[in-house]
């Protein structure tokens, strides 16, 4: 291997879709993936973006076939299970997808990556903790401006290189008025990002 020939800078984007949904029933937007994608997605750096998300019951499955569908079309990579008509799923299913982004979140920084969360979950502070021992850039998507109960707690958000608080930030949201083909389409540019410590 050539040792000039330099590295290329690598993102992972890992999107809780339980706490995405908890943010736009808040919020009243919708969150821009392909915007965010597109902004890390700057200087050339590869993002790889993945959505944790299971369906609760064939209603929902049916529900978020379409959105499904779309996260695939954009290369957006869904983890979550179908098993809702299993006895054990029912008492499995919450907080199942927080350790399968914790996974691949520490399988990103094996190899390298940068990480983004779309999260704010509390359970996320031991590997945000083991990430920041591991000398791993982190930024943490979420919004301060919604109840206690989404908005990530505060040992969570100090732990972050950066946070970004969308209640602050219009760039990663849809436009609110205009026509939706899809679910996600590109945003418009907005202020920087808030800076954490």
């Not at 190899?111 to 359970?123: H, P, Q, R, W, Y």
């Amino acid at each position: 291997m050539n040792k000039d020939t330099p590295t290329l800078a690598r993102t992972t984007l890992l999107i809780d879709g339980s706490h995405v949904d908890r943010l736009k029933t808040k919020l009243g937007r919708v969150i821009d993936f392909q915007g965010l994608i597109a902004h890390f997605s700057e200087g050339g750096t590869t993002v790889s973006a993945h959505y944790y998300r299971d369906s609760r019951d064939s209603a929902e499955q049916a529900r978020m076939a379409r959105f499904f569908d779309w996260l695939a079309r954009h290369d957006i990579e869904r983890h979550g299970v179908d098993d809702f008509n299993e006895p054990w799923y029912v008492r499995e299913r919450y907080g199942s997808n927080l350790v399968a982004l914790a996974s691949d979140a520490l399988e990103a920084a094996e190899k390298g990556d940068s990480l983004v969360f779309l999260a704010g979950d509390a359970k996320l502070v031991p590997l945000l903790e083991r990430l920041e021992d591991l000398d791993v850039p982190v930024t943490l998507i979420s919004s301060l401006s919604v109840p206690n109960s989404i908005a990530p707690p505060p040992p969570l958000v100090a732990l972050a290189e950066t946070f970004i608080d969308l209640a602050r930030d219009d760039r990663f949201f849809l436009p609110e008025h205009g026509p939706e083909e899809t679910p996600h389409a590109p945003t418009r540019p907005g202020p920087a990002d808030r800076r954490i410590g």
